[in-house]
Nanobody, 123 residues
C-alpha cells in the first residue's frame, strides 16, 4: 500500500504565501510524475502543476510566475510554493503521484491521490 499525506494548507490574505508538502510512503520502488491538482466548490478538479522525476515542470497558465513545484526524490516528497495568492486560488488541493511498486512477483504502476488540503485566500 502507498499513502500520500499532504500538509501546509490554511487561511491566508490575498498577496500572501503558502507552501504545500506531500509525502509518499509505503511499498514504493520509484515515483515517476508527481503533481498538484485543485478543486473549488462547484468546479471540476484541475491540474495546477506537475514535475517529472527528472525535474521537468508544467503549470496551468493561471499560476505561472506565482507557484513553484519542486520535489525531493530521496524523501518521495513534492512541494508547491504558492506566492502572490489570489482569492480565486481558493480550493482543496490534492497531491498525485505515479508510483511503481513491486507486488506478486511483478512491478506494477498505479496513480495515487492524497486526501486533500484546504487553501483559502481572503480578499
Amino acid at each position: 500500500q502507498v499513502q500520500l499525506v499532504e500538509s501546509g494548507g490554511g487561511l491566508v490574505q490575498a498577496g500572501g504565501s503558502l507552501r504545500l508538502s506531500c509525502a509518499a510512503s509505503g511499498s514504493i520502488f520509484s515515483i515517476n510524475a508527481m503533481g498538484w491538482y485543485r478543486q473549488a466548490p462547484g468546479k471540476q478538479r484541475e491540474l495546477v502543476a506537475t514535475i517529472t522525476s527528472g525535474g521537468s515542470t508544467n503549470y496551468v497558465d493561471s499560476v505561472k510566475g506565482r507557484f513553484t513545484i519542486s520535489r525531493d526524490n530521496a524523501k518521495n516528497t513534492v512541494y508547491l510554493q504558492m506566492n502572490s495568492l489570489k482569492p480565486e486560488d481558493t480550493a482543496n488541493y490534492y497531491c498525485n503521484a505515479d508510483v511503481l511498486y513491486y507486488y506478486g512477483s511483478a512491478y506494477r504502476a498505479r496513480s495515487y491521490w492524497g486526501q486533500g488540503t484546504q487553501v483559502t485566500v481572503s480578499s
